[in-house]
Structures are given as C-alpha cells and as structure tokens.
C-alpha cells in the first residue's frame, strides 16, 4: 500500500526558544533533512517506579539523533503492528539518545505492555522524527510546570531545557506515593534548589496539590507567567477549570488520552473528500473516518494515535468547513490544517492537499 503523502511535521510551526546542541560528543552532526522515521536501538532499560521503565534509544551508527526541542514525542512502531506516541523525556540538548518513560497501563490498548514485555535492551525498531504539540513558550518570565504521573515526560524534558537556559520556573510533580514517581533524583539535580515541589495524596487527590489555589490567584497568570500541564484525566481537568481565566496562549498542555466525549460531529451526514493531488473523490459516510476512507481507496496517511493527539495525520486542506476535533492544533494552524483521524466536515466538499 503507497504512502499517500509525507505528512508536515507539527515541530515546523511549533514555537520555540530552544536550539538543541549536542552536550557530548556523537561521532556524526548530521545536517541532512529530518527523515520521517529512524530505525534506533534500544540500548537500555530501567526501572523507574512502580510499572513505570525508562527506554533509551540510540542510533546503532553512534550517530547523532535529530534535533527534538522540550515537549516533543516521537511514534514508536512496536512488534505486532502497534504504532504508540511517546513522550520523550532526555535533556533535548543530548542528542546522543533520546529517553522515553512508559507507564505499564493493565487496561491500556495494549502499547505499553508490548514495550515493557517484548522490547529488550539490543533491539532495534522504528522511530518517527520528534514531533511538537507542547513547545516552551520563548522568553516566558516564568514558567510553572505541573505533572501528573506519568505526565512528568514532556515536562522533565522541559526542566532540562529551562534550567539550561537559566530561565526561571517551578516544577511541581503529583503522584501516588514516592514509589509511584520517576525521575525523581535526576530531577533534583536538573531543577534549581527550592524549585522542585513534589505531591505525594496516598491515591486520595484531596491530600495532593491544590491546584485551584495555586493557578486561580490573578498574581500568576497577571506576572506573565506560563503555565505547561500533562497528567490523567482528572488532573488535566483540575488544571484546565482552574486555569480557565488565564489568557490561552499562557496555558498549554498535553493529553495522553482524549480528554472527554466530543459532542458529535457536526453533521452527522456524509461529506465528499476530494484529494486534490491524486484527483480522486471519496465519500465519507458518517461512522467512517476521514482516514479510514483514504485507506479503503488503497492509500495510507501516517498515523499513530487515531485520537487527534499527536499530529502524526496533519494534513493541509484547501477547501471545506472543517469541524475540527483535535486537542493540537492551534487557531493559527486550523486555517490550513486538520488532523484526518478524528476531523469531519460541516460542507458536502473537503478538499485536502493529498
Ligand atoms: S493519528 Fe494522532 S492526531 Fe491523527
């Protein structure tokens, strides 16, 4: 089946204020253009937390990885087909090896327990290029960064970047129990001295941090400050509601999973896609995805989350009333772009860059 299309790689409109460098010494600096996907070695495994390991992944050349700014995934193919988004949570300027940390999930879609049971240290598998939903704001005066469990991968990632440019933050990381939390020695090490808070609510979330007192005073959000967020459904819903009088382009964050039912597409009805490049119409009834279509007519669109999440099914269009149902994309970006795993359209014609 033909690879319809390279897909635009979100990190291209992504803002961001880092310049990644390599902190060691890789035998290669690479300048050739970013290809879509790598074939990276694992070249180790630790045990982080409880059900929570870190993969280190390497070039098997020693070759230098590409540059991957603060708040950057990549999509991991796994045995069996599964393709995963991950965070990657290294110290963005070390471009010898990127860092993952999965959470093993007993009731997940199977992701994470194919990277804790089937990957092993010495395999190699294919890796996309770093993609970037959840960049660091430039120039910010302050930036608070808030974990929840396993959240804390982009936002270790994001400690890393601002403690090296000496800009000023706090970081304070939620979990269970200290044995529940990862990273935690590397992070006080990374994060300056006072600065790292951490939250421990014994699986009682009323005995963590009150996250409405801390986002809901006006001092915060009035001083600048911006405000990063990645945690489980309830922790993303305590930031959002108490981060809601702040100007949105000071609150950013991240989901893993879709965050709540989005009310249904609007219409119900089918719509006609036409591929503009390929010159070939397809009708998309309304239990199909856009997606889905493409490949019922024997082409491919890259994918990974199938979920508006990740950005790995960007795709520009041309044409049509688009319903956007992504949690990604920016205002900016909507105008020409649409996540085809989860998007609809309201007009009988879309017409997409394809
Ligand atoms: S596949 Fe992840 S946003 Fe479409």
Redesign the pocket.
């Known amino acids: 089946m033909p690879v319809l299309a390279e897909v635009q790689h979100p990190l291209a409109g992504a803002t961001s204020n880092s310049t990644p460098t390599s902190t060691s010494t890789p035998t290669s600096t690479s300048t050739r253009a970013m290809p879509d996907t790598l074939r990276l070695q694992v070249r180790a495994i630790r045990l982080l937390a409880e059900r929570i390991h870190a993969f280190e992944l390497h070039s098997p050349d020693s070759e230098a990885l590409p540059p991957a700014a603060a708040g950057a995934h990549v999509d991991v193919h796994l045995p069996g087909g599964l393709v995963r988004?991950y965070s990657l949570a290294g110290n963005p300027r070390d471009r010898t090896h990127w860092t993952l940390g999965v959470l093993r999930e007993t009731a997940g879609r199977g992701g994470s327990r194919a990277m804790h049971e089937q990957l092993r240290v010495g395999d190699v598998i294919t890796v996309s290029a770093p993609r970037n939903a959840f960049a660091l704001a430039p120039a910010a005066p302050h930036s608070l960064l808030l974990a929840g469990g396993i959240g804390i991968t982009p936002l270790k990632a994001m400690a890393h970047e601002l403690a090296a440019q000496g800009a000023d933050f706090d970081l304070h990381y939620s979990a269970r129990t200290p044995r529940h939390a990862a990273f935690v020695e590397e992070l006080r090490r990374i994060v300056p001295p006072g600065r790292l808070h951490l939250h421990f609510d014994q699986g009682q979330p009323g005995r963590g941090l009150d996250i409405a007192a801390l986002l809901s005073g006006p001092g915060l959000a009035a001083a600048g400050t911006h405000v990063y967020y990645c945690g489980p459904a309830g922790f993303m819903q305590a930031c959002a509601s108490a981060s809601r009088h702040w100007a949105p382009a000071q609150v950013h964050c991240e989901h893993f999973t879709a965050p709540a039912p989005r009310p249904a597409a609007l219409p119900e009805g089918s719509f006609e896609v036409l591929l503009s490049r390929q010159g070939l119409r397809l009708q998309v009834p309304p239990e199909q995805t856009i997606v889905r279509a493409i490949e019922l007519a024997g082409l491919r669109v890259p994918?990974?989350?199938?979920?508006?999440?990740?950005?790995?099914?960007?795709t520009g269009y041309l044409e049509g009333a688009v319903d956007h149902q992504?949690y990604?994309l920016s205002d900016e970006e909507k105008q020409h772009c649409l996540?085809?795993?989860?998007s609809r359209c309201r007009s009988p014609l879309l017409v997409l860059d394809l």
């Open positions: 988004p994918t990974s989350c199938l979920s508006g999440l990740c950005g790995a099914c960007k992504d990604i996540t085809v795993c989860v």
